[in-house]
């Protein structure tokens, strides 16, 4: 792993976990990082490599960006990259270790921010738009779709993220990651980006078997946020390759959806003046 990848995941968990930091270094310098999120950015870099959409000197946008791996990412393959996310600590380490490793802020920033109100930052245009695991979390998902798609350049290209609606979830969690909705339907998702003004190019899903619903009820079989945080790290290097395995062999829509589009028109949301 990258060093800048492992200081942020790193930083990220020694704030939710009492692991010493040695451990988690140790850890993530054998695994990858015990998280849904190392999956879902599979389903990225398989869109990015698919449609082989190069990055180098295209300014790119992470809406909702966490603790940054994806923007991180996005800048070493020579992208100019913004992050926004609303939590200020989030943003202020990923800036603290950007500036570490020394990439110079025109190439990577955060900024601290509520992205239902991106038209408000004066961000400029983008060529690349990245929303990964935020939608479910947006009351009025509708109107950031149109907010993101002003922001992208014509012939930009937007990714979206989002669980599947379908998919089993364990209540508790769900509400401690703050989802508005569980997710979305498989089918429902173009008709949402045409609608915004979007072209929908190209899709991927992974778990077709709800294998991560498994993995997070398995490390559940503990009591104390602690401990299931380190069984769910132990039960990783299992599940992470065996979700791989079955996404490859089952092919049917499974609990997370990837969206390739491109801005398709320019969204006219001047008043109407019929009558
Ligand atoms: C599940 S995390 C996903 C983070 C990142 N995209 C990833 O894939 O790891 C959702 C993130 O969205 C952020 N978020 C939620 N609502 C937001 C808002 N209105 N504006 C900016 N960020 C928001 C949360 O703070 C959280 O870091």
């Known amino acids: 792993m990258k060093p800048y990848l492992l200081d942020l995941f790193v930083a990220s968990a020694r704030t939710r976990t009492r692991t010493p930091g040695w451990v988690i270094r140790w850890y993530l310098s054998i695994f990858e990082p015990p998280l849904g999120k190392t999956l879902?950015?599979?389903?990225?870099?398989?869109?990015?490599?698919?449609?082989?959409?190069?990055?180098?000197?295209k300014r790119a946008l992470d809406v909702g960006c966490g603790i940054g791996d994806l923007a991180f990412t996005l800048a070493a393959r020579g992208a100019k990259v913004t992050g926004v996310e609303l939590d200020a600590g989030k943003v202020e380490s990923a800036n603290q270790i950007a500036h570490k490793w020394n990439f110079p802020q025109e190439n990577l920033q955060f900024l601290v921010g509520d992205?239902?109100?991106?038209?408000?930052?004066?961000?400029?245009?983008?060529?690349?738009?990245?929303?990964?695991?935020?939608?479910?979390?947006?009351?009025?998902?509708?109107?950031?779709?149109?907010?993101?798609?002003?922001?992208?350049c014509p012939g930009g290209f937007f990714i979206l993220e989002v669980p599947s609606a379908t998919r089993k979830t364990i209540p508790e969690v769900e509400a401690e990651d703050g989802h508005v909705r569980p997710g979305y339907f498989f089918e429902e998702v173009p008709a949402l980006l045409s609608r915004t003004g979007f072209h929908l190019v190209a899709t991927r899903t992974m778990d077709s078997l709800g294998l991560r619903y498994r993995w997070c009820a398995s490390s559940r079989v503990l009591p104390g946020r602690t401990a299931r945080g380190q069984l769910f790290a132990v039960f990783a290097p299992v599940f992470i390759p065996l979700i791989r395995l079955t996404s490859m062999l089952v092919k049917r829509p499974g609990a997370e959806l990837c969206f390739l589009a491109v801005k398709e028109r320019v969204l006219d949301t001047s008043p109407s003046t019929g009558g």
Not at 40 to 57: P, W, Y
Not at 117 to 143: P, S, T, W
């Open 40 to 57: 879902r950015l599979d389903m990225v870099k398989a869109l990015l490599r698919q449609s082989k959409c190069d990055l180098k000197g």
């Open 115 to 152: 992205v239902t109100k991106l038209d408000q930052m004066n961000l400029g245009l983008f060529d690349a738009i990245f929303c990964v695991a935020l939608l479910e979390h947006i009351q009025d998902d509708v109107a950031l779709l149109e907010q993101i798609q002003h922001l992208l």
